[in-house]
């Protein structure tokens, strides 16, 4: 009489099989969820802005907080900033990160505004930065090339970026 039953070379098997399944599972919904945040960013930043050009149509100047120093989404000034634009925007949105002050080194996300001198038309500069995650994000960066409007359009991801900041690739930026 045969013995009926499942041998070890195929419980081997069909357990390495689940384990191949379940790691390509995870990695495509972690990629999701990564992707998600950077639209969720780049979307954030389309509102602030907004709401930075409605402020600025009211009072022809961008919202000043901080004498001058960059803001982030982590600090507490972050609050001035928001209440600085709550007439246009309930809220300014944070990172959904949001685990550093300041962008710069990879792995810290947050939002940051900067802003400047007014330039010779008498209109203040800004900047407003963040990080992705996503290497294969055509706005990063490393794809665009994006420039400081707050240090003489220097660009955020060149060897030739000032102090305090760190060139950093995954930057992105919209103003």
């Known amino acids: 009489m045969k013995k009926q039953g499942i041998t070890v070379p195929s419980l081997i098997l069909i ?11 995870y990695t ?30 009211d009072y022809n100047d961008y919202p000043v907080v901080s004498g001058g120093k960059p803001i982030s989404s982590k600090d507490t000034e972050w609050g001035s900033f928001s209440s600085q634009l709550s007439s246009y925007l309930e809220g300014v949105p944070h990172d959904p990160i949001n685990n550093a002050s300041g ?22 500069l800004y900047d407003l930065i963040t990080q992705l995650e996503d290497t294969k ?30 060139a950093n690739g995954m930057l992105y930026s919209d103003h």
């Open 15 to 25: 357990t390495s099989i689940a384990i191949l399944g379940v790691s390509f599972i």
């Open 28 to 57: 495509v919904w972690t990629q999701s969820e990564m992707r998600a945040r950077d639209t969720r960013r780049i979307n954030d930043f389309a509102i602030i802005r907004q709401a930075m050009e409605l402020y600025f149509h």
């Open 103 to 124: 962008p710069w080194i990879q792995g810290n996300y947050s939002y940051t505004y900067i802003y400047g001198e007014k330039d010779s038309n008498g209109v203040r």
């Open 137 to 166: 994000n055509p706005r990063i960066c490393a794809e665009r090339n994006w420039k400081i409007h707050t240090a003489d359009d220097v660009s955020w991801c060149g060897t030739d970026t000032p102090e305090p900041y760190i």
